[in-house]
Structures are given as C-alpha cells and as structure tokens.
T-cell receptor
C-alpha cells in the first residue's frame, strides 16, 4: 500500500521563476493538503483540495495556486518565486468523509531552494 | 484563530529515561483534536499520538502518553524508556472539530529532542 508520494525530492530555482510540485495521495484517500515548512519552524497550511476544488486556504498570497486531478493527485504551483519561498513543502492526504480524529498522512516533502 | 505554542526549542534525555515535551494552545472552541507528530531527519511527519478534546481519558500509545489538561489548554507528551530512535523534531498540532474532518492542522514551532546513549 503506497503512502503519500511527492516529487521532486529537491529543487533549486532562482528568484522570479515558477515551480510546480507534485503529490500522489495514499491509496484510498481523496483529499490533499499542502503545507510550507520553513527551516526550524512548524508547517504552515497553504490550502486543501477535494473533488478538484480548493476547499480551504491559509494565509498565502495568490502566487500560490494548486490543482487536483480526477485521480486525486495534486499540484502546487508557485509563481514569481521569492527568497522567502525557500522551504520544505509537505503534502498530506486524508479521506474527506473519514472520522474527525483521523490523522493526515504526510509525504517526505519537496525541498525548494531559491537562489 | 487557534494558536499552538511550544516554548522549549530543544530537549535532551538519557537513553531509557523519561522525558516530557510541553505544548499549550489557545482556542475558543470546546471540541477539537490534538496531535503529536514526529519528524526525523528523513523529513516525513509521523503521527505519534492523538487526543479528542471531548474525551477525559488521556491517550496512550505504547511508550508514549499525553497529559491533556483542557482547562489549562495544555497537551504534553511523555516518552518513557527513551530510545535512540526517538531523536527527532516533535510537533504539537491542533485541528478544529467544527470545520470538518479535514480541517487544517495548526502546528507549533516544534521541539528538537536528542537522546544521549
């Protein structure tokens, strides 16, 4: 049973560029959430996708956008990259109609470095 | 908005001994969920233990247990018989009950736990 998979593992970009990160949820899960984790900090919620729609959004600018595909996989896009976007980007999956105490399952993350 | 505070940036424990990691949170909600996640250098967030706020009994998972004090809004994690593999960053997280099973997690800044052999 495959868990949450993210690609790529590492990515190096320069300021002003655009980047796309990818996530495949755990088998049986239909909801994907994205988090940004700066070095030495806790993860910050970016947004969540279910049924190919953005359901919740954290305090992130419009430069951060996403998409969910019919197979439940998801992409995180960041435009006009800033130095401050350097972070570990985590994807988490869950079942939308699961029990309230169900945990979100996390992937290993994508380490994004902006030069 | 809910906030989670982990005021101890680092903790150290001798192998086989017990350590307690502290967490406080702030919320106006009466029902919610609390979690402790472990993040080793491999980066993957691993669920350690969870607690439903409407349950008075403290959760326990093998060597891990919590001390949940709802009135004080405190949620500490106790690790007994510490092992070298417990060395990691530990995050306390909050999730609302009312905004649905998939509402966002709000994390604290984390505590780095080192285990001395």
């Amino acid at each position: 049973d495959a868990g949450v998979t993210q690609s790529p593992t590492h990515l190096i970009k320069t300021r002003g560029q655009q980047v796309t990160l990818r996530c495949s949820p755990k088998s049986g899960h239909d909801t994907v959430s994205w988090y940004q984790q700066a070095l030495g900090q806790g993860p910050q919620f970016i947004f969540q996708y279910y049924e190919e729609e953005e359901r919740q959004r954290g305090n992130f600018p419009d430069r951060f956008s996403g998409h969910q595909f019919p197979n439940y996989s998801s992409e995180l896009n960041v435009n006009a990259l800033l130095l401050g976007d350097s972070a570990l980007y985590l994807c988490a999956s869950s079942q939308f109609k699961g029990g309230g105490n169900q945990p979100q399952h996390f992937g290993d993350g994508t380490r994004l470095s902006i030069l | 908005a809910q906030t989670v505070t982990q005021s101890q940036p680092e903790m150290s424990v001798q192998e086989a001994e017990t350590v307690t990691l502290s967490c406080t949170y702030d919320t106006s909600e009466s029902d919610y969920y609390l979690f402790w996640y472990k993040q080793p250098p491999s980066r993957q967030m691993i669920l350690v233990i969870r607690q439903e706020a409407y349950k008075q009994q403290n959760a326990t998972e093998n060597r891990f247990s919590v001390n949940f004090q709802k009135a004080a809004k405190s949620f500490s994690l106790k690790i007994s018989d510490s092992q070298l593999g417990d060395a990691a960053m530990y995050f306390c997280a909050y999730r609302s009950f009312y905004t649905g099973a998939n509402s966002k997690l709000t994390f604290g800044k984390g505590i780095t736990l080192s285990v001395r052999p």
